[in-house]
């Protein structure tokens, strides 16, 4: 799908593999923090909807914007070292601008970090231990489809992004735990 909107053809779209998996395993973390500091706060689960989306398009948006700008100040520097005479570029060597990179930062962003809000846009019963599992669920299901592109075993990958994901998502509740009598 990304592949498309890039104008790219499924070959080549593997050079988007480092943006895809940055953007959505961020995505799927940050959102999870807020469910799990919310539920290890034991505040409103409405309060989960507010902060997760809200997290999830302001935080998106900063990564890519960061991406933007990382990708932007190593053309700068590319074309300083040219020096000033070279013809300017608008891709670095790997052939990705900027703006695409941006786009699919925060593209993965939003959609993988929808996963820890489902049950609880559903209003489904057990949401935190729902949204545990959904969260799960995303973090295995990008990494395994790592291996559309890569060589390595497809589980290899999906237990590597479970492992660290959930990893990152204890921590969350954990602190939100800890915290939660301060509220």
């Known amino acids: 799908m990304i592949a498309q909107l890039l104008g790219d053809d ?3 779209s593997g050079r988007y593999l480092a943006e895809v998996i940055y953007g959505a395993n961020d995505g799927i973390v940050t959102t999870f923090a807020v469910v799990s500091g919310v539920a290890g706060a034991t505040l409103n689960p409405s309060i989960v909807l507010i902060l997760g989306v809200a997290n999830l398009f302001a935080d998106g ?3 890519g914007m960061s991406n933007y700008l990382s990708r932007r100040s190593e053309l700068d ?3 300083s070292v040219q020096g000033s005479g070279s013809d300017p570029q608008e891709e670095l060597a790997d052939g ?3 703006g695409r990179t941006a786009f699919v930062t925060f593209l993965a962003f939003v ?4 996963a820890p809000l489902i049950p609880y846009i559903l209003e489904l019963d057990a949401t935190f231990p729902l ?3 959904f969260t799960g669920f995303a973090f295995f299901a990008v990494g395994a489809s790592r291996s559309l592109v890569t060589r390595r075993r497809w589980y290899v990958n999906g237990v590597e992004m479970f492992v660290v994901g959930m990893a990152a998502a204890v921590v969350a509740y954990t602190v939100g735990n800890l915290l939660g009598g301060i509220a």
């Open 77 to 79: 520097y590319q074309r």
């Open 61 to 63: 948006f900063s990564m």
């Open 111 to 114: 959609v993988a970090g929808w």
């Open 10 to 12: 499924v070959e080549s």
């Open 96 to 98: 990705k601008s900027p």
């Open 131 to 133: 949204s545990i599992a």
